[in-house]
């Protein structure tokens, strides 16, 4: 495994526990022990079963969730307080209801008293393809329309690192194939670093450069790492195809199944 | 139906309530079956065209009216505003304060739950038989209604829009003007029907208990002499300024709220 340099983003033996709050005793451990680094320009994926503490990673990297213990780096930089390097493109509706598209896409430039804020915005709509759209209000746009303000109102500060969870779960197969290339292509004309989630492994395979695979909740840790060496550009749907995808899946999904069916099962038991 | 054929349905119900009353209370139009004396009809509930005489009288022979009305009209917009701005700066400081909150729980509940129309004749005695007593009740009901709407607005703020509005690079101070207030105002519009129609109330109610001006102070004093059709001539016009009030508020709501969606579909009705 290559990594060139100083990672820009890198969690180093993170564990996080949550405590109850009516019952000090009760304690549940989301992620235990977990080291995790991306390089500069590099697009990591992490997949794993559902409730093993992906977001909980995810928002330890972004700063909003203090590790409790170990720590978040950031380009070298230990991280205090909220990761202002990096954006984060939510599961859940993030946009603020309240302004238009245009609004909301200006609003991290509006809150760092950027000056030509709206140009800028602007600019980014076009650039997402909804630049006729800019004074539609949130529950004006579709699911998929959604998402793209939501990418731009990211990508328009220019972060980084860019940090997503689970970002295209909530859209159907063929806008979310769609949105799939554009941020590959968005990603490939700026090189950030990416740390993106999915329980999707086909997604996960056909965009990143590396996926890491996470065990069952509680207390996940990595348990496998794949380096994806499929050509770029990619194509997600056109990748799919190929007897290098088809191997990678396989062994990826080796790794993966046991996992998966151990949180299934602690699904149904609780 | 259309609109309009809907228009024409409701202004015929109007028509024919009036039209009935009148049937029923004119002396010598209908004999009587439940009264012993034809004029005993007219004496308690009023005649309409001696009640619409009163109101042309009010509005244009006479023209006394808009004294009284610009009074009440006043104290209903300084009791909504202030109680508004005060509900709304309560509202957010102790959404954002759980100890404050904490502390003040039971004695905004008790305050909350407390009539506070019967605060009326200690505002009296504070404030005199002007404006500002009147304004003071009004502010009273106008604050709860604003206040818990705000509270519970700023509570169930959206986490992931608050997070990302915190990750996009917002302060403190950034997040209370772009996510909170945004998100508590919201609230308030739903409740600013409401709490406009208790601000006339509370000017109304106030008049009523004690003043030398306002629809209130007329509707008080004629019934002081039995002038049944007074009252309900100034029954009347309070009700039709109270509808203007409401349509008011309805157009800024439509205009403020929509980015909300289906608040034109909530305008129906």
Known sequence: MHRGGMSALSLEAVSCTFVSRDDTAQRYTAVRDVTLSVGAGEFVSVVGPTGCGKSTLLNMAAGLLQPSTGQVKVFGEPLTGINKRAGYMFQAESLMPWRTALGNVMAGLEFRGVADARAQAEEWLKRVGLGGFGDRYPHQLSGGMRKRVS??????????????????SALDVQTRQLMENEVLALWAAKKKAVLFITHDLDEAIAMSDRVVCLSAGPASHPIGEFRIDLDRPRDVAEV????????????IWQVLRDEVLKGYQQQLAA | MNKWTLRGWQLALLIAVFVLWH???????????????????????GEPLKI????????????????????????????????????????????????????????????????????????????GLGVASKVALGVTLVFFIVFFNVYQGVKEVSPVVLANARMLGANQRQLLRHVYLPSATSWVFSSLHTSVGLAFVGAVVGEYLGSARGVGYLILQAEGSFDINTVMAGILVLTVFALLLDAVVGRVEKRLMKWQPGTSENEKV
């Open chain 2, 52 to 127: 619409f005489a009163r109101i042309w009288a009010w509005f244009v022979t006479n023209a006394d009216i808009y004294q009284h009305l610009g009074v009440t009209l006043l104290e209903t917009v300084l009791a909504f505003g202030i109680g508004t701005v005060l509900g709304l700066a309560c509202g957010l400081w102790l959404a954002l304060s759980p100890l404050a909150a904490a502390i003040c729980d039971p004695y905004i509940k008790a305050l909350n739950s407390m009539p506070r129309v019967i605060l009326a004749p200690i505002f009296a005695v504070w404030f």
């Open chain 1, 151 to 168: 990418l731009a109102q990211t990508l328009v500060l220019d972060p980084g690192i860019i940090l997503m969870d689970e970002p295209f």
């Open chain 1, 240 to 251: 799919r195809a190929t007897p290098r995808f088809v191997e990678l899946h396989q062994a």
């Open chain 2, 23 to 45: 049937l029923l209370t004119a002396p010598g139009l209908l004999p009587p079956f439940l009264f012993s004396d034809d004029r005993q009809a007219a004496f308690f509930f």
